[in-house]
């Protein structure tokens, strides 16, 4: 059989085969907010929801702290989906409106005084076990994100993981969120803000590593 007869039969044996499940940005964010969902669930089990919370939803802070996130967790997904389509447009400029009313939050807290010392405030009493939970969480979505990911052709393979780690973070903060009783936007902010951070730092050496071609 000649070389290039082979190479006919290959073709002709691929072009015969069912073609790969296409890369769906809502299947992703499901299939993410479906991990992340278990996980947080097992947490509310062991931890619990705080005891207040259908009074202190009332609240435009104590709101923000799940709302915020929740739409840094559909904006990033998005654009991950996006960064794996080779010479898609990616708008991260998006990534600046959540960011932007968190810092809205934070002037406003400022801007009517202070009832503590500042410092105190942004350290809170549970800075450690919120950034440690949250960031914990977030491996297995990001994992999960990444599998889905890798149907498709990411040709920036460390920015697509980022922005799963970022999502991944985003959302279980959103969840962790009902269980915290740290409402000051000066904890919330920095220490979700700085878990997210790690879980998109985590995302793209992942990313790095899985996505390439």
Known sequence: MTSQRRTEDLIRDLAARPAPPSLSATATLGWMAG????????????????????NAVRHVPVLAKSVLPFGLFAIAGWLAVTSARPGATLRIWALMVPLALALALIFGRLAFGAEGPLLSEMVGGTALACLGSITVMSIL???AGLILLRRGAS???GLS???LGLAAGA???AGYALHCTED??????????LAMAISAALGAVMGRRFLRW
């Not at 991990?35 to 259908?54: C, H, M, N, T």
């Open 155 to 157: 040709t920036r393979p």
């Open 141 to 143: 979505p990001t994992v």
């Open 184 to 193: 000051s936007p000066l904890f919330f902010v920095v220490w979700y803000g």
């Open 35 to 54: 991990v992340a969902a278990g996980v947080l669930v097992l947490f509310w089990l062991i931890f619990g929801l705080r005891a207040d919370l259908q």
């Open 161 to 163: 993981g980022a922005l």
């Open 171 to 173: 959302g279980i903060a």
